[in-house]
């Protein structure tokens, strides 16, 4: 569970104010225009930005930003393998699964600067959902994905047992999921 109580960011002269409210959904969609808050919100949550007021979660996390950045001259298998081994992981089901899903076979052995924008976000992706969490805040996460990517995405929320925040411009590829949406 997550709950906000009096949370409000001050950037400048803009105060983003939000509504007092509790997560409790295991998908929520935050919609919003540009400068809304979407990611400002998604941030503070993860405890990766100071706010005014209260955030509880006491929930295992991952942030996925929008715009990752990797290492150019690395090879994408050594880099997942070494998330891997900073994550302690136990056990390669989920990294198998999102590779296949993903259709990563392809690229795993080049390294990020010969990868295109929609490869890169599927590396992005396979490196946070391939490690177990109660809580996953993702901004944009389709950003760069193609139709078949976008598929396997979404059959993958459909599949999980944690609780997804997602900051997002495009709710209608998220129509089939059960979902609350917060508009910002």
């Not at 919003?32 to 979407?38: E, I, V, Y």
């Not at 994905?145 to 993958?156: C, G, R, S």
Request: proline share 3%; hydrophobic share 40%; charged share 25%.
């Amino acid at each position: 569970m997550i709950k906000l109580n009096g949370v409000k960011k001050t950037y400048k002269s803009t105060t983003i104010r939000y509504l007092d409210r509790t997560f409790t959904q295991p998908c929520t969609l935050l919609i919003g225009q540009n400068g809304s808050g979407k990611t400002t919100l998604l941030k503070a949550i993860a405890q990766l930005i100071d706010v005014q007021g209260t955030i509880e979660n006491t929930l295992s996390h991952i942030f996925v930003e929008e715009q990752p950045s990797f290492p150019e001259e690395m090879i994408v298998k050594d880099y997942l393998t070494l998330i891997q081994h900073l994550a302690k992981l136990k056990t390669a089901k989920r990294y198998q699964a999102l590779i296949e899903g993903f259709k990563l076979n392809l690229h795993l052995d080049k390294p990020f600067k010969a990868l295109s924008k929609g490869m890169r976000q599927k590396v992005h992706l396979t490196q946070a959902l391939m490690i177990d969490r109660d809580l996953y805040l993702l901004d944009e996460p389709t950003t760069g994905l193609d139709q078949d990517a976008i598929t396997q995405f979404i059959q993958w929320l459909k599949n999980e047992k944690a609780m997804v925040i997602i900051a997002t411009h495009a709710q209608e590829l998220f129509d089939t999921l059960t979902r609350e949406e917060v508009y910002l």
